[in-house]
């Protein structure tokens, strides 16, 4: 499985963007997808995921309310929607599908991840 994302950008605080994750080879929809971001000198951590299905989601406390995450099996790509966006939030943005673990939250349950687009958030 390879994973592209992209949608990263530049935006003021308050603003949005939508990044997007697209799958090639074996389709995604055979996996649960998740979103994690890495700021500078940070570690890697989970933002979002949802199930092969698209019918069960799950998120980190610090974007609940404010992103959502949704996928098209059709087009094979999961997107992440980024609302009331703070500078806090500034990172590379990264994208990982799990084969075995549902909705899962760690680094070490995903099999596959794709190159990171970067999300920077202005004050």
């Known amino acids: 499985v390879q994973l592209q994302a992209s949608g990263g950008g530049l935006v003021q605080a308050g603003g949005s963007l939508r990044l997007s994750c697209a799958a090639s080879?074996?389709?995604?929809?055979?996996?649960?997808v998740g979103w994690f971001r890495q700021a500078p000198g940070k570690e890697r951590e989970f933002v979002a995921a949802?199930?092969?299905?698209?019918?069960?989601?799950a998120y980190a406390d610090s974007v609940k309310g404010r992103f959502t995450i949704s996928r098209d099996n059709a087009k094979n790509t999961v997107y992440l929607h980024l609302n009331s966006l703070k500078p806090g939030d500034t990172a590379v943005y990264y994208c990982?599908?799990?084969?075995?673990?549902?909705?899962?939250?760690?680094?070490?349950?995903?099999?596959?991840w794709g190159q990171g687009t970067l999300v920077t958030v202005s004050s």
């Open positions: 990982a599908v799990s084969a075995s673990v549902m909705l899962a939250r760690t680094v070490d349950e995903y099999d596959y």
């Open positions: 080879g074996r389709t995604d929809s055979a996996y649960d």
């Open positions: 949802i199930s092969r299905s698209g019918y069960s989601t």
